[in-house]
């Protein structure tokens, strides 16, 4: 604080009520924040809810703790290795075990011994088990002279060394993550799970009642839950912490806890930043998704085998419209970017004060905003030969198997970052996963591909001439997929066992579109990583220490799915002049339902009716804040207790991405006691009650 005049505390000052929550005391922070749990701002906690996390209660809350390799988090709550998670974050593994004779996904499923637990093709757990501080090793790569794009580069490669040191030493897996846009530079330890298996999945028309029309909103009656096991050496896993349960534990106005792993947030982005996701980002997600949306439902509709094969793809896309809808519509708000806007005025009018900030910082944003300028000018070509590509499963195959013998004869430091040695475990097990693979599905993304592809840069591009080869894009799809073997794990170890040789002379349809459009994903992602992911991060790292002037360290980073801890209050909401009370009950439930699809109960839960007591509680909202990555989170009572598990926000959550309120903005989670509920009186769980410690039903 010393080594910069005044100014900063006008702006501390300024930047707090900029912040501050509607309604809330100027300056106040809330329960704003997705900590790391090696920064937890326990005396914050302590001011506001009278309690004080201790270091051992925080490493009990860590190592129950567990991250989805597919996008969620979950929890242990057995010391046998049982896992908690949603069911829209297990739906990948349900769908995968699912087939035209057991569709799990409308059944439900539920293993009552050890032998019936169905092992997922591809999933990986991890657990953390450590966090080191790496920012002068990272840094002491860079040189002076270094440009923008050379510094990213050196970083990179730093950070390849040090995780592939990590992981031969200790046998972890082993990530150096990036917080506050390499400001900081922590090294990740991870004790990882890769064989998982199916305990327990309610159907999904309870686990997602109400459908698309009640996404994101409240109040909810949502059983949206799922058990795994987790083995090792064929056996399930002991482990020393997991969560215990109290379905009794929280009230109104209680302090309740959030440990999950958010996905990303844009609070610290600039106002250039913002208004490029405004601009160019989010109308072009919105409109390829809406476009494949389409596809999928007209698929589905083609008869109840296309509509099982889509329905978590439906499920998946409807959610990331809804989604991005409401992001955009924040962005969209006048009133939400004048607050943005004020925000960063006050950090430059502070650095524009000081001679020394001004030299030092000054020059960051003007670098940021020219870099978002050129990239709208490639943002959809990058899109389109990059992860666009990759969401054709035979795609995403080929291009492993184009890719992995040419960066693997490479040094580890100089690799596309997804191919160095301390990610290869990963990389192959879903390369050679057994999940089916349907190619009526992969023929629909990549004919939405190719449209786009054609009618965004023109028949002419000589890529695109090349890949249409004069055909419709349903039709070069369609031979594309036809004429591809990769379906069969056999091919693909054949072909990654028989390296660049094999590859090379491979005659396989789809490796030979890897092939054709490899050198131009390749330059589109060296032109991003140099010219826009560089700026950002070298700029954003100035902003950062700016920001640390002011605060310290004492803040928390942008979510980078990495593990976080977020506190807060059980705690309703009026919306609209309606009072939401804070938690719902099973009489709501059949009170809402009418018999009619999103709105239509499974028949055992009409059976069940008589057996449940109406009035237990069903899901509830709180204020801890969260972003999507943190489905499946628990949530847990000041005493450590398992009390629920997140598994939504509501539609005023979803602006908090960019700045955190908590006026109306809620966490929506299943209620412990509910859980409970239908684990005894519906499915009549014996086996996963007695692993929780509850009576089975009798």
């Known amino acids: 604080m010393t ?45 506001h809810y009278g309690f004080t996390p201790t270091d051992a209660w925080l490493d009990h809350i860590r190592l129950a703790s567990v991250r989805f390799n597919n996008g969620g988090s979950g929890a242990f709550v057995s010391s046998e290795g049982l896992v908690m998670t949603n069911h829209h974050v297990g739906s990948d593994c349900i769908h995968e075990l699912s087939s035209s004779t057991h569709d799990y996904m409308a059944e439900g499923f539920y293993a009552s011994t050890r032998e019936q637990e169905a092992k997922c093709p591809n999933l990986e757990l991890n657990v953390l088990v450590g966090i080191e501080d790496v920012t002068a090793a990272v840094n002491a790569a860079v040189r002076p002279e270094m440009d923008a794009a050379a510094r990213n580069t050196a970083q990179k490669a730093a950070m390849a060394r040090l995780e592939k040191e990590c992981a031969s030493r200790t046998g972890l897996r082993c990530d150096v993550v990036t917080l506050f846009e390499g400001g900081v530079f922590d090294l990740y330890r991870y004790k990882k799970y890769t064989d998982v298996r199916l305990v327990f999945a309610p159907e999904a028309d309870i686990a997602f009642y109400g459908g698309d029309p009640d996404n994101f909103t409240y109040p909810r009656y949502d059983v949206d839950i799922a058990f795994f096991h987790v083995y090792e050496s064929n056996k399930p896993a002991r482990v020393d912490h997991y969560l215990t349960w109290n379905p009794n534990g929280i009230a109104e106005g209680d302090v309740i806890f959030v440990s999950g792993n958010p996905g990303s947030t844009s609070r610290q982005e600039t106002l250039a930043q913002l208004e490029f996701a405004r601009d160019v980002q989010q109308p072009e997600i919105l409109r390829a998704l809406r476009a494949r949306l389409a596809l999928l439902r007209q698929f589905a509709a083609r008869g109840p085998e296309q509509a099982r094969i889509a329905r978590d793809e439906i499920f998946s896309y409807e959610n990331s419209i809804k989604a991005y809808a409401g992001l955009q519509a924040g962005l969209l708000d006048h009133s939400f970017m004048a607050r943005r806007a004020a925000v960063e005025k006050a950090l430059r009018d502070a650095v524009a004060a000081d001679p020394k900030m001004k030299q030092e910082f000054g020059g960051a944003w003007d670098a940021i905003a020219a870099a978002e300028k050129k990239y709208a000018g490639f943002y959809v070509e990058h899109r389109l030969f990059g992860f666009r590509l990759l969401q054709s499963k035979l795609f995403a195959f080929a291009r492993d198997l184009t890719r992995l013998p040419v960066e693997l004869a490479k040094p580890n430091e100089q690799r596309l970052r997804e191919y160095r040695d301390s990610n290869l475990d990963s990389l192959k097990q879903e390369l050679f996963s057994e999940a089916p693979v349907y190619d009526a599905l992969d023929t629909i993304l990549l004919t939405q591909v190719f449209t786009e592809m054609r009618d965004t840069l023109g028949p002419q591009d000589p890529t695109v001439k090349q890949v249409l080869a004069g055909r419709a894009p349903a039709h070069a799809a369609e031979a594309y997929v036809k004429g591809s073997k990769l379906a069969s794990v056999a091919e693909r170890k054949r072909l990654f066992e028989g390296g660049q040789k094999a590859v090379e002379s491979s005659t396989d349809t789809m490796i030979a579109l890897a092939r054709l459009v490899d050198a131009k994903s390749r330059e589109l992602r060296r032109r991003y990583e140099d010219e826009v992911q560089a700026v950002e991060r070298s700029s954003g790292t100035l902003l950062a220490r700016a920001l640390f002037a002011v605060r310290g360290k004492d803040t928390y980073p942008e979510a980078t799915f990495t593990l976080r801890l977020s506190f807060g209050a059980v705690k309703g909401y009026v919306d609209e002049g309606r009072p939401r009370r804070w938690y719902t009950t099973f009489y709501g439930l059949y009170e809402n339902s009418v018999g009619i699809p999103p709105y239509k109960l499974p028949q055992r839960w009409l059976d069940k009716k008589a057996a449940l007591h109406l009035d237990t509680p069903f899901n509830f909202v709180s204020t801890p804040d969260i972003t999507g990555g943190n489905s499946g989170s628990p949530v847990i009572n000041r005493n450590g207790e398992l009390v629920g598990i997140v598994f939504d926000g509501n539609l005023q959550q979803i602006p908090n991405d960019f700045l955190y309120t908590d006026e109306q903005a809620r966490t929506v989670a299943v209620h412990a006691a509910g859980i409970l509920e239908a684990l005894r009186k519906v499915y009549a769980a014996d086996a996963v009650l007695r692993e929780l410690r509850f009576a089975a039903s009798h």
């Open 3 to 47: 080594r910069y005049n005044s100014a900063l505390m006008s702006f501390a000052i300024l930047l707090a009520a900029a912040l501050a929550p509607i309604g809330s005391e100027q300056g106040a922070w809330a329960d704003e924040g997705m900590w790391t749990f090696d920064n937890f701002p326990k005396q914050l906690v302590q001011r």
